[in-house]
Structure formats: C-alpha cells, structure tokens
C-alpha cells in the first residue's frame, strides 16, 4: 500500500454510559464491569507474567474467579456432571435437568475459553452447562491441557483424541461441537485437524466469539480497546498468552490463528458476538471466509455486548437468546 | 435501574491505524476519510444549520459531493436511466448492461440513503446502480421528498403511493425493496404502513445500516463516534436532520425509529454493516427484534468498514460481496 494508508485516525477520549438499550440483566452487568474497572480492579493494562511461577499463579487467581460463579449457574441450570477420561483426556460429562430424551442420539462437545492457559478444571464448565441446558442434550467439555506446562499442539491433539473416541458410539452428523474465546478457536483447530486427517467432519459447529487472530492484527483490537468490560486490551497479558500458547509454533498457523485457513467444506457453523466485543473482527473474519468458501454460517450480534458476555450475564434474556439460537442450529443441523 | 449503571466506562483517547486485514481498495477507502478528518474536512463537529436557507445551502453541497462520484460508479457498472414519474412520484428506472432476461418477472425498489434530507434527485442513484449491476434486475429508484420543505410523512407517502402503482404490474413476492442509512429506514416504514393497511408486503427486504433509532439510545453511537469515517458522529449535523425530519411527530414513532416497531409477520430480511459502523447497533437492534419475532433473517457484517462504505469503496471486492449477498438474497425469496 502507499503512504496515504499511513494516514491514523484521532479518535477523542469518550466516557461510555450504560445502554438503555438492553434489558436490565445486560445494564447491570456491563455498568458492574465498567464499576470494576473505574475501581483498577483486574489485571494491570500490559502487565504481564515473566516466570512460569508467575503465570502459574496468575491462572490460579483467574480460575478461582471463574470457580465462583459456578454456584449460581447450577441454581439456575440444574444438572449433574460425572468426571471422566476419554482417551486419556480428562472430560466433564454434563447432563442437563432439561434433558430431552428425543436428542439422546445426539451429544455435544465443548471446549472452555480462557486464552488457552486459564479456566482448567473447575473452572471450565460455566458455558458447557448453558449449552447442555438450553439445548436439553448431554455435552462432553473436554478439560484439555493447557500451558505453561503444555504448550501448542497439546489442546488440539486432546481434542482430537477425545472426538476419535467419542466417534466410535456416534456418527459425525450426530456430534456438534463449540466453545468461545480460545474454546472457538481450539472448535475450529479441532475440524481444520480433522479435515487435514481425512475424517468425518462435526454435523455443526457454534462459536462464540472466537479467538481466531493471535497476531492482534484485526481492527476491533484497536477499535474496541477499553470499549470491551470482559476482555480489555490485546497488548499484555492476551498477547503474552498467545506467546505462551503458540511457544516454538509461529501465531500464524491456522491452528494457532484460524482466521487465515480456509474453510472450503467446513459443516454448518454459527458465530455469536457483541457489538462491544474485542474480538468481533476474530468473528467477522472467520464468517466471511467460511462464507467465502460456501459454507452454511449464520452470524448471531447482540447489542452493546462485551466478549462472552453472554456466560457471564447468565440470568440475562440476551443470554437466553444467544444460547437458544445456537441450540436451534443444532437442531436444525445435527442428525443421530 | 439502580445507581450501579450510572458508572460510566472510561475509553482513553486512541489513534486507528488503517487495518491490514481489508483490500487495498478499502484500505485506501479508510485512509482517505481518515486523511479528510485530520485536515478538518467534512461539517464542524457538532454544527448544524439554524435557517431553512442554511439547510438548503447545505443540502446542496452536500449533494453535490454524492453527484461527483456518479461518473465513476458509471464507468465500472453500466447502465441506462430513464426519469419517470410513478403515482406522481419522481423516479429514475435503471437498467444494468448485466440484465438477466430470466428476472424479467421480479422489480427492485430502492430508496436512497442521506438522513432524509440529502441526496435527491441526480444524488440518489449510486446504490440502485449497484443493486442493479450486482442482481441482474431492474431498480425502480425512489426520488421521495425531502425536508425542510417536505417532512414526515410525505416520504412514507411517496414510499406507499410508488408501491401501490407497481404492484398493479408485480405480484407482491416479485417485488424486493432495499436502502440503505435513512433509505433503510423508509425501506422498513414502509413494509410497516403496508402491513398496517392490509398491504401484501414485499416478497424480501434488504437493509443496509438502517436508520432505524432516531432518539440516539443505539450504543454504537458512543462507541463508534469518531471511529465511523462516513457517518461521524450523531450530535450536530445528524440530530438535526433527524429532527428536521420528524417535523412535528415525536422521534420515537415507529415509522420515524423503525427500531420501536413489531415485525411478526415480515418477509425474509438481510442486513448489511460493517464493524466501524456508527449505526452497528441500529442494525443489530432491527435483526434481533426481526429475530424475535420469528421472521427469516440474515445478518452480514464486513470488517473495519464504516456506515454505507460499500457504496463509496464501490471498487473494494467488500462492495462486490455486500451486494452478491443482497443479490443472492433476493434471487432465493422472491418469486415472479
């Protein structure tokens, strides 16, 4: 390009009220991110980890707070969950109180956000009981390894042993898999492996706002900077995460950063993000290249809201919203 | 609400550069409006006209920025224009050198877009030109009255009075309509004032970044001030006309701010905005309402673009796929 694409654009410090345009639930959430960050509650802007100790115990702190809604969601979306290994894998089985015995032919497969490093354990099933709840089918959320410990390609061969496995007892068209964050970024790894290893593809795939670009070249990095309450700022400790997931692999490999493999014969997909959302490029982007390529997509935006807001707003009609489109695409697209 | 959602969120100053993950052409696109803002082109922020001589003078300049790029948009997709006159209503009938005879049952209907009050006459064709070339069909293009001399509802009027002398050729499902800013706006009052009158409504709607919340509640309104390089901000200028428009009706009537309509019962819908875009939210609160109320809905959003860049970066191949995606729409629900 020439110099004229040099040229920035001066966008004037903005203080952001709360919408009225969304229900109550969303106003106090975002208005309760907005307060937490008005108080320098999170991490410091660019602060990031130096030691393995460090991240260690950073993830530490960062999943206790991921732990502690756990509670409130099993009030709300009743269900059990039995620990098991598939493969190897370490895998929360979830059956929702809402279960449908018409679907039992059918099962979902999950993977947690979390920038690839946080939300193991217990910490990983918050959107996994949503899903199994609003869709009334079981999901198996696969409790991957993570760094530092494990660093690319671990997540992604975790998850493709436990699809392998789970193939034996279902057919692909019967088996939808999802996530959000990194959790839609490793959904998406996980079928372009698959593609790349010959096998049968998911019957369909819902992500949420994906973390799809780890180089932080889209532009809703920059222009949603500050704007996101969830998920702030790129530069620091996202970028140190992406570094510490990607380790020896460069952050361009489509396994790393999905937004540059094409999607020629991806199955059916839906993507749901927020107009606040720091990765609603990461989002777009993957759309329009599946779109591109031919696929079946259908992109899913909600008002003013900020990445993954809809696990975090949980007693929301947003959030009602956003987890019911997706289990009526599942519905419409798996068959078992 | 309670106090809680009085917190503000506070967003530093920040400088965009031009994103690397567009074309060139709309790289170039965002560059030049960046360029146009750092050398303080375009309206002062914040001003608006006080005289209905002011408004006309303004009017006209601003028109003639829209007629400038008419020779270009010309050379790339050729077509023929005849001015006619339908219901008493001005109107430019144009025909792409692309007319494909299988589509000679179905019509388009296109209202143009410049908040109600801009770009008549010789201004108002450069979208239904690239309706026209990209579907292969014949655009009917409103030339609706326009404030200060003529408010709401005299454009709703036109809208209806067009309709219903093309609808004694066209069944009603061979008949799409499509507009784009204010020319979406009216595209939807006037499927809403059809369906209040017992109407049959267009067989398919499309709706680029529609002006659909006059009042200023849309949150991308904060969110993208500044960051919009076509549509800036919504104080000043745009508020004015949005007030200027309404005349003596509240803002808030549904035919004004489609955004506080119902939609049951309204025909397949495709939406077009981009990530950049100041109306994001208006199109996101029109898709969902559209949603929830059970209507077949499609939302198309494009990286890093502004509101309506499609129609200026008519050259970028995101201009091409903007309106292969209404073309294709139309081509799948209307039947004629």
Do not use: C
């Not at 190897?88 to 059918?106: C, F, M, N, W, Y």
């Amino acid at each position: 390009m020439d110099d004229l694409t040099q040229t920035p654009r001066e966008i004037p410090a903005k203080r952001l009220t709360t919408p009225t345009t969304v229900s109550p639930q969303l106003q106090r959430s975002i208005a309760t991110l907005a307060a937490a960050a008005a108080a320098g509650g999170g991490l410091p802007v660019g602060w990031m980890p130096s030691t393995t100790q460090e991240w260690k115990a950073v993830i530490a702190q960062l999943d206790a707070q991921a732990i502690s809604i756990a509670p409130a969601i099993k009030a709300l979306f009743p269900h059990s969950v039995i620990l098991r290994q598939i493969a190897g894998v370490t895998v929360r089985e979830i059956t929702p109180d809402s279960l449908d015995p018409t679907k039992a032919g059918k099962l979902l497969v999950h993977f947690h956000g979390g920038g690839y490093a946080l939300n193991s354990g217990e910490a990983s099933t918050g959107e996994a009981v949503l899903g199994a709840h609003y869709s009334g089918m079981k999901v198996i959320s696969v409790d991957y390894r993570t760094p530092p410990d494990h660093p690319f390609p671990a997540a992604v061969d975790d998850a493709v042993a436990v699809w392998k496995a789970l193939r034996a007892e279902f057919p692909a068209q019967a088996l939808g898999t999802f996530g959000t964050s990194a959790g839609g970024g490793l959904t998406l790894a996980l079928a372009l492996k698959l593609r790349e290893l010959g096998e049968a593809l998911p019957g369909a795939i819902a992500l949420g706002t994906p973390w799809a670009d780890l180089t932080g070249a889209s532009d809703s990095y920059q222009v949603n900077a500050h704007v996101d309450g969830v998920f702030s700022t790129f530069d620091g400790f996202a970028k140190a995460m992406a570094h510490l997931y990607a380790g020896t692999t460069d952050v361009t490999h489509p396994l790393i950063s999905p937004v540059f493999a094409d999607y020629a014969g991806f199955p059916p997909t839906i993507f749901v993000t927020g107009t606040r959302d720091i990765l609603l490029s990461d989002t777009v982007r993957v759309y329009r290249a599946m779109r591109a390529a031919g696929v079946t997509a259908r992109l899913e935006v909600h008002e003013a809201m900020s990445h993954a807001e809809y696990i975090y707003a949980f007693d929301s009609p947003e959030s009602a919203v956003a987890f019911t489109d997706i289990a009526e695409f599942f519905d419409a697209h798996l068959h078992g």
